[in-house]
């Protein structure tokens, strides 16, 4: 199941979490003992109090991801995180276009920590984008990038 | 078919009063038959009147062969002009036009030394995004058209004056588009694509991202490098710089465009190249000039050419919404001024 840009959705079941990140940060947050998982793709730091769109923000993104996957049956205290992404595509441009990644990646860690759901991976920044597949089943995450497999992490 | 008019470099052609696009991408020059006629009356009294056909040919000859290798300035067409053409009507002011289909292989005013390049424009999301799109597809919507299109035939001609392949780019298009629809759009998300953006800086906030696809990378790689088409075969292996050089072109021919017809104060960012996946090149630059809602207003042209039926990039032109209301009304104002001097003169 892929989950395009500032959108967000939660498996329950064999099938797996995919997504593709640039400067976007995707949040994976999983309940391993309900095999219930979820994947924001998230866009931007700072909710705009203007938009509606709450998948594209970091801040509203994550209480709204954790509010979906805990409607599926996961259970909050048992949720763990990965982080993923958050790359400076245009690494010399000028810092508005060079700087959304890192934000990104503060503004989820944040919106983690507010939620009390811990960080158990992490594959973030650089200067390539990640495509990214999360496995429900094993909890397997697999980060590539276009050169090559950049890492694999699993938490159960 | 809409008509276009032309730049002020081709403005000073005789015989030429605008261009169009074709169905398939094509560009055609729009040719003022009258003044033809009178320019060569000598060799039109010879003649006697003609069919359409040799009026077509006088075009071509006046605007260069077809698929032809670059040309060489346009001046050059002064001297090229005519064979008589025909046509019985009398010269009025409403001119009847033939069009001919012309390989933007003409002369191109711009190239590596661009003096002052100025910035891609367009409209990017809104407030209510579905405002700022009344306000580009609306009657005032025009004259950003009109904007869009002189960069795009400077353009195309220049691009085919630089590689001596005919390339073509089509007038932009703008339309609201879904977000996440975007990377489909320009070919997938996970394809590999080389991004350049360039930034605007002076009176807008804007910015232009050509999305070029691996086989363009390639092609565009051989080509400025004057190997054979097929050469380069590694992306890895491109050189950034040739990249560069086709993308700076093309801003320029936008950003001028813009920045004539606006009158407005413009000037390019030196070009940001990355080579990755389509969608992780889009997303900082969506994010950069990022709206409420699930939509972006999408200005965008696609260009065609050098003999790879893949070969199509896409260029998208981003603009903050007051800058884009800023451009609108430069426009207006530009266009009043020159009605009105059209008039006195």
Do not use: W
Not at chain 1, 52 to 57: I, L, N
């Amino acid at each position: 199941m892929t989950v395009k840009m500032a959108e967000m959705d939660v498996v329950t079941d064999g099938r797996s979490l995919k997504t593709i990140l640039g400067s976007c940060v995707g949040v994976i947050l999983r309940d391993p003992e309900k095999r219930v998982s979820g994947l924001a793709h998230i866009m931007l730091p700072e909710k705009r109090r203007d938009d509606e769109a709450t998948g594209k923000y970091a801040d509203s993104a994550v209480p709204a991801l954790l509010a979906r996957i805990t409607s599926s049956g996961a259970r909050h205290g048992s949720l763990q995180a990965m982080l993923i992404g958050g790359a400076q595509m245009f690494p010399m441009g000028n810092s508005t276009l060079a700087s959304i990644g890192d934000q990104n990646v503060v503004a989820a860690r944040k919106a983690l920590k507010e939620s009390r759901i811990p960080i158990v991976f992490e594959e973030i920044g650089g200067k390539a984008g990640r495509s990214v597949v999360f496995d429900n089943i094993t909890g397997q995450v697999s980060v590539k990038t276009l050169q090559a497999i950049v890492s694999t992490g699993a938490r159960k | 078919m809409v008509i276009k008019s032309l730049s002020r470099h081709y403005r000073e052609v005789e015989g030429l009063i605008g261009a169009s696009i074709l169905g398939n991408g094509k560009i055609a020059l729009i040719v003022d038959v009258e003044t033809l006629i009178s320019q060569n009356h000598h060799a039109a009294d010879a003649v006697g009147v003609k069919s359409r056909a040799s009026v077509v040919e006088a075009v071509r000859q006046v605007a260069g062969p077809k698929a032809s290798p670059p040309q060489p300035a346009p001046a050059a067409k002064h001297e090229a002009a005519p064979v008589p053409a025909p046509v019985t009507q009398p010269p009025t002011l409403v001119t009847p036009v033939a069009r001919v289909e012309a390989a933007p292989a003409t002369p191109a005013p711009i190239a590596r030394a661009v003096p002052a390049p100025a910035p891609a424009e367009t409209p990017s999301t809104s407030q209510p995004i579905e405002e700022l799109a009344k306000i580009v597809t609306g009657a005032k919507g025009r004259l950003l058209e009109d904007v869009n299109n002189q960069g795009a035939i400077q353009a195309s001609m220049s691009l085919t004056q630089l590689t001596g392949q005919e390339i073509r780019v089509s007038f932009p298009e703008s339309r609201l588009v879904a977000i996440k629809d975007v990377a489909e759009i320009m070919g997938g998300e996970e394809s590999t694509v080389g991004g350049m953006y360039v930034g605007v800086q002076g009176d807008l906030a804007a910015g232009m991202l050509l999305v070029i696809p691996e086989p363009y990378l390639l092609l565009m790689d051989d080509v400025l490098h004057g190997r054979p088409s097929g050469t380069a075969t590694r992306t890895a292996e491109v050189d950034l710089s040739a990249v560069s050089e086709m993308g700076n072109i093309l801003a320029s021919c936008f950003i001028n465009a813009i920045a004539d017809a606006s009158r407005l104060n413009l000037s390019p960012e030196v070009p940001e190249i990355s080579i990755d996946m389509c969608l992780p090149v889009i997303d900082s630059v969506l994010a950069r000039f990022n709206q409420p809602g699930d939509n972006i207003l999408l200005t965008q042209a696609v260009i065609y050419g050098g003999g790879l039926e893949n070969a199509v990039c896409h260029q998208v032109l981003f603009l903050e919404p007051d800058s884009l209301r800023k451009l609108m009304d430069a426009l207006v104002r530009a266009q009043t001024q020159a009605d009105t001097s059209r008039v006195a003169g």
